[in-house]
């Protein structure tokens, strides 16, 4: 097998307000099912090494974690290379509840924005609330950003991960760009 | 003349002097200056012409209520029409143009118009270019549309960029007067997250100019204390040179910040869209000055009283060293006062009113030795390109002349209005304010949101307070009130200062001057500047039955110019109540709609321009692609080669080489696009059968099996290959443009109708870089790469297999759009490109190339295989296409089922598929219809039916289509006739839709 390419060959842009870099691959398997059930629940914290988060929240360590994103959909993060293991295991723990574990590493590009201007950089393209008091990090979102999906949290304060379908890459890594042209400072927050 | 004051002008910073062009002249101004401030002090009275009658036009007002001083504006990359120039900072080098003129500001052919003026009354247009009918298109149009229009069009494309910011805040406050600011000082008390909108450079609105006293020292201090104040918190926002553009429902607000207008080196976009939600909507806007309707009110010189006065305290330019002030209220006094101040003269103040005593402004200008006439008006101002004096008459006559007044300037004052679009723009209602005469919002009607409760309040002049100390305490209560109801309460002790309190005569209503006015008068008195509509216009308009202020409006032009009738409306619906011996009320307002005032396109458009215009999908061979000749053709968002160009050959030969090569060696289709569904659980084998027309519960495992889908009223709206991967997981594969749609529809019907199925679906789509590889030499290459038996054996037609290809984790479905030998191969994206190289690389003495779309559409025409979209158009069911074999009798129902037992689908006349061959090889229009015998009821020829495919193949060398006609399948060999749109009549036969392999055998091998 070939190594993995991710979508923009982690491209770079750190010409602007915030810099900004194409991570990748990154591992991810959706899992659907009923989130309250205790096995879902076990396989699921087995899977992603943390709790399961709270509605609109995800639970991130350095490279794996959960991300809530519906009532009936969890994300789970985890290195690009474990994600086989981790499908096997999951559907083998959940061979007898209806559940649905599917490998979407592929199907994304994720992004990191870092600076001091990531909100605001955000808050240009998301129709999210990126006062420092109202998105914490902690917090996911699933949104757009300018005519795309996306989903983002913020592993810390001025560091945005970003998620958004493979296809869309270029675009997204063109917007961030124009968006964090020079000069467009907002000073908003 | 016009020119600048040797002192006065606090907005200007005076050590940095500016140099500008205007209809090519240079002219010199101040950093601080408005462009109107810089003309003016200039002596540039005349601005422009106005639309209909290119009558001289002058600076009116101070603000975005101006009507006539619009110019062209930058050049090249940066040129703007109908910039504003009350609006427009002054920067080095600003470069305008006066707009509307022919050939020459100065000396404009189009005012013959004027002379014709009785010739051209209201509705003109639409009573004399109506007939006859082909002079409108020849004749009329090109005429009107070359004297028409205010600005030119831009040539090039725009220099700047644009963006937008997605903001949130619990008070947005609209306005940053006095009201304003205080509002947002209370707001801000209470914690709540504010956000402060100002429209102009500097804050405080007109008070600084009017002056007034604050908590007992002058209106400035408190705004500069109140500033210092809002900028220190952290819960408050202030941006100036951002106007509140439009309220929307939910709370939603544009604002449009113009960042480089004022400085065009700045770095950075040009304007900013603020899209605001915002939980309570302060709108402090403020109120704006009425004119008065007199004859010769358009006379460059004719000014609003407070803006002159603002010209003169703002920016230290005073308009005419003789001003004449005629008003019906005590406001217009105090630019009297400020005239004399400034060391003006001060000829004469004409009040409409008979007052029993003086007011307290009165005799302050009576103090200043101002000669004040009661009751008196201007019959007719004097002059042509400028003020040169004002013939005086009674009110209450009809004109009669008693004195004429020399003067170079006049300053009308005919009472103040609310601002009230933005309370209107989410359906605020207005009630008649009699003692201000003006509409001001019903406090009782005020905007609703979704839970019923109002969202949006006003603040100070916008509500109708015109006193200091009501201004303060009413935009004080809004913001206290406003809070209470967001749950937030002010601290202990804080109050709203204390405003001083003029003590004022009440206005009297004035809407023509005098009030009998002639006709002959009447027809000068104008209303809306920029269209040109007088007194008289609104008065016929009246008379020929427009009774509704909509339609008069529309009739008469009034209102409807680019300043949206900020000065004329109230005006124009009172002359029009007049003539209809209505109150105002009964007559009521137009609508007033967003935005409050233009905003650039640039700004709307935001950070959607270039590269960022739309997104542009790319799959993971894109790239590829692009290096590789390939010839995009836009399907949905993404780009897909449409075939690949080698060096000499043009994108008709490629395609004719792909095809070939396809069907006699090995092609290569990148399928990536090709829609990926996951449909899991227990019930997901009952779900398909009800999704699809045919059934999918009962395909084995390792199997797949093509099917359609249909609407729930029947018609055809996907088709694809499910895969059974084990004993509740299926693969569903949708169309390229089908993907998102039918995954959205799946989840409709299984979170709405069927939510007690267990059922989950996942778009994997974009998981795979999928792969076809066909022709003859296709399962040589694969068994090169080895690793998965792909014999007939192993991997029967409409099986798949899962496995490692050449060392790619792969799935491998065998299945077939071209009725070749064909294998689609999905494997993880991240590994597409290198396995499209890896397979290219082992085929390459096997003829192994890539092909596009237009390849593929011909090779599953020669199949006489449907395509989603060319076959179908959202009014075909499968029954038309001859798909009975899959539709399932044995499922009691599927989606679909019943719509197409309905009559008029069951109807033998439906147009169905066959395949047409045209009789000397040529190939049909794409589109053309069939005609057949005689006419239909509007004298056109029938059709009995259509071309819904059609190419060159070269496999055939003769040109296929496929088509719908009527009673086709029963019409073989049937010649039809095809007229085109170059003319000519195609003549094709009937014939079978399969063209190639009809037995299916080389798809079979």
């Known amino acids: 097998m070939s190594d993995p390419v991710s979508a923009l060959h982690h491209a770079t842009n750190s010409e602007g307000l915030v810099s900004i870099c194409e991570i990748g691959p990154v591992g991810m398997i959706t899992l659907r099912g009923d989130l309250s059930a205790k096995p879902f629940q076990k396989a699921a914290i087995a899977a992603g090494g943390v709790n399961i988060p709270n509605q609109g929240r995800c639970l991130m360590e350095l490279d794996r974690g959960i991300a809530w994103m519906s009532p009936d959909e969890l994300l789970i993060l985890c290195r690009y290379d474990d994600v086989a293991g981790k499908l096997g295991d999951l559907n083998g723990k959940l061979a007898k509840h209806h559940a649905l574990a599917v490998n979407v590493s592929d199907a994304r590009a994720v992004f990191e924005l870092r600076g001091a201007r990531v909100r605001e950089v955000m808050a240009k393209l998301a129709p999210v609330d990126l006062h420092p008091e109202v998105f914490t990090p902690g917090m996911f979102r699933r949104t757009r950003l300018g005519q795309v999906a996306a989903a983002f949290w913020m592993p810390e304060e001025d560091v945005v991960r970003l998620i958004c379908f493979r296809s869309s890459a270029q675009y997204v890594f063109d917007l961030l760009g124009v968006a964090s042209q020079k000069g467009s400072e907002v000073d908003l927050f | ?1005």
């Open chain 2, 1 to 1005: 003349m016009s020119t600048r004051l040797a002192t006065g002008g606090r907005l200007l910073n005076k050590s940095n002097a500016l140099s500008f062009r205007f209809n090519g002249t240079e002219m010199r101004g101040y950093e601080g200056d408005t462009l109107a401030s810089a003309l003016l002090a200039n002596d540039q009275m005349l601005v422009g012409r106005s639309f209909k009658y290119h009558r001289p036009r002058g600076v009116v007002a101070a603000g975005p209520e101006e009507p006539n001083g619009l110019v062209n504006l930058g050049r090249g990359d940066r040129f703007e029409p109908n910039a504003r120039v009350t609006t427009t900072e002054l920067f080095e080098d600003l470069y305008a143009e006066s707009q509307n003129h022919w050939p020459s500001l100065e000396f404009d052919v189009g005012a013959i118009n004027k002379y014709l003026s009785r010739f051209l009354p209201a509705g003109f247009y639409y009573k004399m270019f109506i007939h006859p009918r082909p002079l409108w298109k020849h004749v009329y149009e090109p005429f009107i549309r070359h004297s028409a229009g205010l600005g030119k069009a831009p040539k090039e494309r725009d220099g700047d960029t644009y963006e937008h910011v997605h903001a949130f805040c619990d008070v947005l406050v609209i306005g940053g007067g006095v009201a304003g600011l205080e509002a947002a000082r209370a707001a801000a008390l209470t914690g709540a997250r504010v956000i402060v909108m100002e429209q102009y450079a500097h804050w405080g609105g007109r008070t600084p100019v009017d002056r007034g006293e604050i908590d007992g020292a002058p209106a400035q201090d408190w705004i500069d204390a109140t500033l210092t104040e809002l900028a220190g918190m952290e819960n408050v926002t202030l941006r100036t040179r951002t106007m509140g553009a439009g309220v929307y429902d939910h709370g939603y607000v544009l604002g449009y910040e113009r960042l480089t207008d004022h400085a065009p080196d700045l770095d950075g976009p040009r304007h900013r869209l603020w899209r605001v939600r915002a939980r309570h909507i302060i709108t402090a806007t403020g109120a704006l000055e009425r004119p008065l309707s007199f004859a010769g009110n358009d006379i460059p010189g004719v000014m609003l009283a407070a803006a002159m006065r603002d010209y003169v305290v703002n920016w230290g330019v005073s308009v005419g060293d003789r001003t004449v002030v005629v008003t019906n209220n005590d406001d217009a006094y105090l630019t009297a006062i400020a005239l004399k101040h400034a060391g003006l003269d001060v000829p004469a103040i004409l009040d409409a009113r008979v007052l029993p005593q003086d007011s307290e402004l009165m005799a302050q200008a009576k103090a200043l030795g101002i000669r004040v006439l009661m009751g008196h008006a201007i019959s007719s101002v004097k002059g042509v390109k400028r003020v040169t004096g004002v013939a005086v008459c009674s009110q209450a006559g009809a004109g009669a002349v008693l004195e004429e007044i020399a003067c170079d300037a006049v300053a009308m004052s005919g009472g103040w209005s609310p601002v009230v679009h933005l309370w209107s723009h989410c359906g605020g209602k207005l009630r008649w304010d009699t003692g201000n005469a003006c509409f001001s919002p019903h406090p009782d009607h005020p905007p609703l949101g979704a839970d019923g409760a109002q969202f949006v309040t006003t603040a100070g002049a916008a509500s109708g307070m015109f006193q200091l100390d009501d201004v303060l305490n009413d935009a004080f209560a809004a913001a206290d009130g406003v809070t209470r109801t967001l749950g937030l309460k002010l601290p202990r002790a804080v109050a709203a200062p204390k405003g001083e309190r003029r003590e004022e005569a009440p206005m009297a209503p004035v809407w023509l001057m005098p009030q009998g006015a002639s006709v002959k008068l009447r027809e000068k008195a104008w209303l809306d500047y920029q269209n040109d509509v007088k007194v008289s216009d609104v008065r016929l308009a009246a008379q020929e039955g427009f009774v509704s202020v909509e339609h008069a409006k529309r009739y008469t032009t009034l209102g409807m110019a680019t300043d949206q009738g900020k000065l004329s409306n109230i005006n124009g619906l009172a002359v029009l109540a007049g003539a209809l011996n209505e109150d105002i009320p009964a007559v009521g307002t137009t609508t007033f709609r967003p935005p409050y005032h233009p905003i650039s396109m640039g700004a709307i458009a935001g950070e959607a321009r270039d590269a960022v215009f739309q997104p542009v999908r790319r799959t993971p061979l894109h790239d590829w692609h692009d290096a590789n000749g390939a010839q995009w053709e836009p399907v949905g968002q993404w780009r897909r080669p449409y075939a690949y160009k080698r060096e000499g050959e043009s994108t008709r030969d490629a395609v004719m080489r792909e095809v070939t090569n396809t069907r006699q060696k090995l092609g290569l289709l990148d399928a990536s696009t090709l829609g990926k569904i996951i449909v899991k659980g227990p019930d997901a084998g009952k779900f398909l059968d009800m999704l699809y027309t045919n059934m999918m519960s009962t395909l084995k495992p390792g199997k797949c099996r093509y099917g359609l889908m249909c609407n729930d009223n029947g018609f055809l709206i996907d088709d694809g290959v499910v895969a059974r991967i084990d004993d509740d997981t299926w693969l569903c594969h949708t169309t390229t443009g089908g993907a998102e749609r039918i995954h959205a529809h799946m989840e409709e019907w299984l979170q709405t109708e069927w939510w007690d199925w267990q059922v989950y679906v996942a778009n994997v789509t974009e998981q795979y870089a999928q792969i076809a590889v066909v022709g003859p030499n296709a399962r040589k290459a694969l068994e090169r790469l080895g690793g998965v038996d792909v014999s007939k054996e192993a991997l029967g037609f409409m099986e798949w297999a899962e496995g490692t290809l050449g060392g790619y984790a792969v799935r491998i479905y065998r299945i077939s759009f071209s009725g070749e030998l064909s294998y689609e191969i999905a494997v993880d994206a991240s590994h597409g490109q290198a396995l499209w190289d890896t397979l290219l690389a082992v085929g390459a003495d096997l003829g192994a190339a890539p092909y596009g779309t237009e390849a593929l559409h011909i090779l599953r025409a020669e199949k006489g295989f449907i395509m989603i979209g060319d076959e179908t158009d959202g009014t075909v069911i499968p029954q038309d296409l001859g798909l009975h074999w899959a539709l399932s009798k044995k499922k009691d129902d599927y989606l679909g089922k019943r719509a197409q037992e309905r009559s008029h689908m069951a109807d033998p006349d439906r147009w169905k598929l066959v395949g047409l061959e045209t009789v000397d090889g040529s190939t049909l229009p794409d589109g053309a219809y069939a005609v057949g015998e005689g006419k239909n009821e509007n004298g056109q020829r029938n059709m009995i039916g259509r071309v819904t495919s059609s190419y060159h193949s070269p496999t055939l060398d003769k040109g296929i289509a496929m088509g719908l006609v009527l009673h086709g399948p029963d019409r073989m060999g049937e010649v039809l006739d095809f007229p085109g749109t170059d003319g000519k009549t195609y003549q094709a036969k009937i014939v079978d839709p399969v063209f190639y392999d009809k037995e299916g055998t080389k798809q079979d091998v």
